[in-house]
């Protein structure tokens, strides 16, 4: 049985979604949040562990996730991402290409990264173009560039913008 929790962040409300076994999304959402009870223990301990990553208590998450209905290529790329980018690094498309020992372009790679269901467990955030932050589909609507940099500044990846 599927259930969901919400969160406020830094980076705007989230609702987090499991199956009991696995998380199975994250997504930004409009309104207020924090004001439901889950009583799935997974569900509880991934919010709580989103908390301690926001309050800068947790550099790795410890959750089993389930990507859902994947091609082969996309869930190989978005394994290795969650296992080889830890918090504080960054990693181009065509460096997570070469790394997923898949036949997929770094073009490909920024698709893969669009289609991940559970961003910030898995660190799509992390995965920048070789000339700048690339882009970024997560964040409240219109902000996913300035969200993308949040995270990458906030685990030190990026240095903080002057402006």
């Known amino acids: 049985m599927s259930s969901a929790g919400t969160l406020s962040s830094p980076v705007g409300h989230l609702t987090v979604m499991s199956s ?3 998380i199975t999304r994250v997504a930004w959402r409009s309104g207020s ?3 439901d009870s889950p009583h799935d223990p997974l569900l509880i301990e991934a ?3 989103l908390r301690a990553y926001f309050d800068g208590r947790l550099t790795r998450f410890d959750l089993p996730f389930d990507l859902g209905s994947q091609t082969d290529v996309t869930r190989a790329v978005l394994t290795t991402l969650a296992e080889t980018v830890d918090h ?3 990693v181009t498309y065509g460096e997570l290409a070469a790394r ?3 036949s997929i372009p770094a073009r490909g790679v920024g698709a893969v990264m669009g289609a991940n269901p559970i961003p910030i467990i898995v ?3 992390r995965v920048v173009a070789s000339d700048g932050l690339g ?3 997560g964040g409240d609507s219109g902000q996913g560039l300035l ?3 949040w995270l990458l500044e906030f685990e030190g990846a990026l240095p903080t913008a002057l402006f």
Request: aromatic share 4%; with cysteine.
């Open 20 to 22: 009991g076994e696995a």
């Open 33 to 35: 949040s924090d004001n």
């Open 47 to 49: 919010l709580r562990q």
């Open 88 to 90: 504080g690094q960054s």
């Open 100 to 102: 997923s020992g898949t």
């Open 123 to 125: 660190p799509c955030h």
């Open 135 to 137: 882009g970024y589909s």
């Open 147 to 149: 969200t993308k940099r």
